[in-house]
């Protein structure tokens, strides 16, 4: 009987490791593909000079299109998840945390994407993208998801640790006699 629960944790085992090395391959993969949409549409909010010399050197279309394709990248490649998840939930009537990434995340980039391809059919001034807010999302989720996951991961390996400290023969005494039992 044991060799059979052995088995199964080592399987449980392997499962959660696979799933930790899914997770942090696209947490890389997220954040490496976000941070240069951040730097480059956020950078201008907290250095004015830097916007005016992006716009010098790339026209505001070209990073349109070079944002939609990263942000394309992070959401239906590390963040298809919460597509999928989120809006099987939705189907089913109960949302969960998926969802709400699917939404936010997913309108977002619909609104972004309207303005990349067909900004006549916005208001002048309501011509914006939020492609970074998209990936961002996405990205952020994501490593809270791998923080949570090591943090599991740590309190399995310490309740084992604990168990197998575990005592495993009791001394009793019967008749005057002490002797040693199986616990």
Request: with cysteine; net charge negative.
């Amino acid at each position: 009987p044991d060799i059979g629960i052995d088995a199964a944790a080592d399987s449980g085992e392997d499962c959660r490791a696979d799933e930790m090395r899914l997770l942090k391959r696209d947490v890389i993969v997220a954040a490496v593909l976000t941070l240069p949409l951040f730097v480059l549409e956020m950078g201008g909010h907290i250095w004015p000079p830097f916007h005016h010399w992006l716009m010098d050197i790339i026209p505001t279309r070209s990073l349109y299109y070079l944002y939609f394709v990263l942000a394309t990248a992070v959401l239906f490649g590390p963040g298809k998840r919460f597509f999928v998840k989120g809006f099987q939930t939705l189907a089913h009537g109960a949302p969960d945390m998926n969802a709400l990434v699917a939404l936010g995340s997913g309108a977002a980039r619909l609104y972004s994407v309207v303005t990349t391809f067909w900004p006549e059919l916005l208001p002048e001034g309501a011509r914006y993208v939020y492609y970074e807010a998209a990936t961002v999302i996405v990205t952020l989720i994501l490593t809270g998801r791998l923080l949570e996951a090591r943090a599991k991961g740590q309190a399995g390996d310490a309740i084992r640790k604990l168990a197998a400290m575990q005592v495993k023969d009791a001394r009793v005494e019967r008749d005057g006699v002490a002797i040693d039992l199986p616990v």
